[in-house]
């Protein structure tokens, strides 16, 4: 029988248990298992904060909340994957329900599409007050393009670049399938951002990188390599 007490709850348990679409049977193997599991029963406290924002039935809450389970769904995946991590990750999850200081989708090799950073329109992935706001794109040669969106060819790497408590720079490297994030202006004092790069494909894990200083410079930077084709989202950690 598949639904032993010890069996993690996955997202469509949670979803059917919220939704109240389990039968007792499953309802407590579920309370019995979450008393003996804080990760699961912190999954289902959070999706059920986040289950508020269906309030609003429209189909952009509906796309905003699917993010955000995105995002729930990858921290407890990362923390699962980086247990020196794990304490930062769940306070990311606790005190902002997921939601990230600054988001970003990044489409790499997507077949008929341009790799791209897209820095509009995920506000709803962001935490209210954000201290970092992407706002602009770098284009290597000649500006061209959609403003928020630059488009790559031979000649540059496709970035964004955002100011605020510090300057961080996002760019895709389509030749050697690299996203790359440099941080500068981190004081002595302060810790990096987490940076999480969540993947749209379920089968694919979350990846997740700890910036580290350069040697003999001030930026911190957070390399992901060898990231396969597809759509991604960004999200920093959150900062106190
Ligand atoms: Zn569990």
Redesign the pocket.
């Known amino acids: 029988m598949k639904s032993q007490v010890?069996?993690?709850?996955s997202d469509s348990d949670v979803e059917k248990y919220l939704a109240n679409e389990v039968s007792e049977e499953e309802a407590l193997r579920m309370n019995v298992?979450?008393s003996?599991?804080?990760?699961?029963?912190e999954?289902v406290r959070t999706m059920r904060r986040l289950n508020f924002l269906f309030n609003q039935w429209t189909a952009k809450a509906h796309a905003e909340l699917l993010y955000q389970y995105q995002i729930v769904g990858a921290l407890n995946q990362a923390a699962e994957l980086h247990p020196d991590l794990k304490d930062r990750l769940h306070n990311w999850l606790k005190h902002w329900q997921g939601k990230a200081e600054a988001a970003l989708r990044v489409v790499l090799k997507v077949p008929g599409e341009a790799t791209q950073i897209i820095f509009k329109g995920w506000e709803a992935m962001v935490k209210p007050e954000p201290h970092l706001k992407f706002d602009y794109a770098v284009v290597g040669m000649r500006p061209r393009g959609v403003r928020g969106v630059t488009k790559i060819d031979k000649t540059d790497k496709t970035k964004v670049r955002a100011e605020g408590i510090f300057s961080v720079e996002v760019s895709v490297n389509e030749i050697n399938n690299e996203v790359i994030v440099q941080i500068e202006g981190i004081i002595p004092d302060q810790k990096a951002p987490l940076i999480l790069l969540i993947p749209d494909a379920k089968e694919q894990e979350p990846l997740l990188s700890q910036p580290e200083r350069e040697s003999g410079t001030n930026y911190y930077v957070a390399r992901f390599q060898n990231v396969p084709a597809g759509r991604y989202t960004l999200v920093f950690e959150p900062m106190e």
């Open positions: 010890w069996q993690h709850l298992h979450m003996k599991c804080e990760k699961c029963a999954k």
